[in-house]
């Protein structure tokens, strides 16, 4: 499907996002070190051990991209302010230099006409906080409402969305039992305390914003489909937890007010004392929820302990990450958000977007398996329009290519390549073509 802005409802929003630690470059500015640094720097967490000390450098290059974002013509811009630069203790002593940064970055935005769509967390946590435990440790709510107030309190009057917590699976489950990212923990009993004490934290930022008059505020989740690997009742069951434990947990504790079943089995027992006592600060009503999307996963039963499932490799075309693609998962996602979890509310999805092993070849790049990406995924969501959803707006991952986590520089998101060596900016031809059709009268 080719696609011009008319195909979709008037007011329909085009989006980048992008995320502080990934692009800034975390090592200039009085930014205070993270989790990800000590991370990177243990050898084999991640790719060749880098890390986001310069990143896309994006700290000193902010009105080349801010330029590149608008001749991008989108009308909104998803970006995180990283703890880190804005208290580089993790409490106390704001960094004038980090706030200073974030202010100019809104008024930029809003010089050229983009609406600014601010994340809080996108994943840095301050050191000195995770020397604390981290979101193990059930002092993070407040911890969080207070660096919501210090970011917010500068520039809470002029970004038109908020949300608090970037993928809150990625931040609990990812980062605790899978130890795949910062703090790279494999303990069930860190995992269940850092779910819900993201949860909570994520409330507590919610109350904070409201407090100060803030409006348009949301949450954002990943959910990644769970195909059963076959139709044996064990595989259907192992499909089942899976998508307990990464879709159902976190929105069911935002907009139901419980944890699934097949998720408790587990974790239960290590949740903090009296945890149902945060469920109506975990409720906190929102203006919108946010879903970002890549792929499936295809699911078997495995012997062992709980949860007792394994990804197995799918036979679906894969993109530079080794994802599945499978846009119908997205029109589901859509659907059921609407159905089971936020009925009532608008939908955006806050990404969606595929690696890419791209090129420069002569100054080009040319990255049409991107585009046929995003347009099977944009057919969804039209698809999910027509059937009554409440879908606001679309935004790709990524502005540009990035410091992809434990991934490091080499899987390539961006509609814009980088040259992590020159630090030189080239749109792909995916941005030449979706600048042309986002241009207002296409
Ligand atoms: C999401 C993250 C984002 C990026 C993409 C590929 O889970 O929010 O930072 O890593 O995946």
């Known amino acids: ?115 600014p769509a601010a994340t809080l967390y996108h994943w840095e946590l301050p050191q000195p906080l995770a020397d604390l435990g981290g979101w193990r440790n059930s002092d993070m709510p407040n911890w969080f409402a207070d660096f919501t107030k210090t970011v917010m309190g500068r520039i809470g009057d002029r970004v038109w969305s908020a949300a608090p ?81 990464y879709n159902q947990f976190f929105l069911g504790g935002v907009f139901l007010g419980q944890y699934p079943d097949l998720a408790l089995e587990g974790l239960e027992p290590h949740l903090p004392r009296r945890w149902q006592d945060d469920f109506p600060t975990i409720t906190q009503p929102l203006d919108w929820v946010g879903l970002n999307y890549y792929t499936r996963k295809v699911i078997a039963s495995q012997a062992g302990p709980w949860p007792s499932y394994e990804e197995i490799d799918g036979p679906l075309p894969k993109t530079q990450m080794g994802w599945e693609i499978h846009p119908e998962a997205l029109y589901e996602f859509i659907m059921r958000t609407a159905r089971e979890f936020a009925p009532n509310l608008p939908i955006y999805i806050t990404e969606n977007g595929m690696a890419n092993a791209d090129q420069l070849i002569d100054g080009v790049v040319n990255d049409p398996e991107r585009l046929a990406y995003i347009d099977a995924h944009l057919a969804q969501c039209k698809r999910a329009i027509s059937d009554g959803a409440d879908l606001r707006g679309y935004f790709l991952w990524s502005l540009m290519d990035n410091y992809e986590w434990a991934l490091g520089y080499e899987k390539r998101f961006g509609l814009i390549h980088v040259d992590f060596e020159t630090l030189q900016r080239c749109p792909k031809a995916s941005y030449h073509a979706l600048s042309k059709r986002l241009s207002k009268s296409g």
């Open 1 to 115: 499907m080719s696609w011009t802005r008319s195909d979709f409802p008037e007011g329909f929003l085009f989006g980048a996002a992008t995320s502080a630690y990934q692009i800034e470059g975390h090592g200039q500015g009085g930014a205070g070190l993270t989790h990800w640094d000590s991370f990177a720097a243990t050898p084999g967490n991640v790719v060749r051990a880098e890390d986001g000390a310069t990143a896309c450098d994006h700290y000193n290059r902010l009105d080349e991209d801010l330029d590149l974002l608008k001749n991008l013509g989108v009308d909104v811009y998803r970006f995180s302010t990283s703890w880190a630069r804005v208290m580089p203790e993790g409490r106390g002593r704001p960094n004038p230099e980090g706030l200073d940064f974030y202010d100019r970055l809104v008024d930029g935005l809003l010089e050229r006409g983009i609406k």
């Open 165 to 245: 917590i970037n993928e809150p699976w990625c931040v609990g489950w990812l980062s605790h039992f899978m130890g795949h990212h910062a703090p790279g923990l494999r303990d069930i009993r860190a995992t269940a305390r850092a779910m819900h004490h993201v949860l909570v934290s994520h409330g507590r930022a919610i109350e904070v914003m409201r407090g100060l008059g803030m409006t348009n505020l949301g949450g954002v989740f990943n959910l990644e489909w769970a195909h059963p690997a076959d139709d044996s009742a064990a595989a259907v069951d192992a499909a089942a937890r899976y998508d307990a434990i």
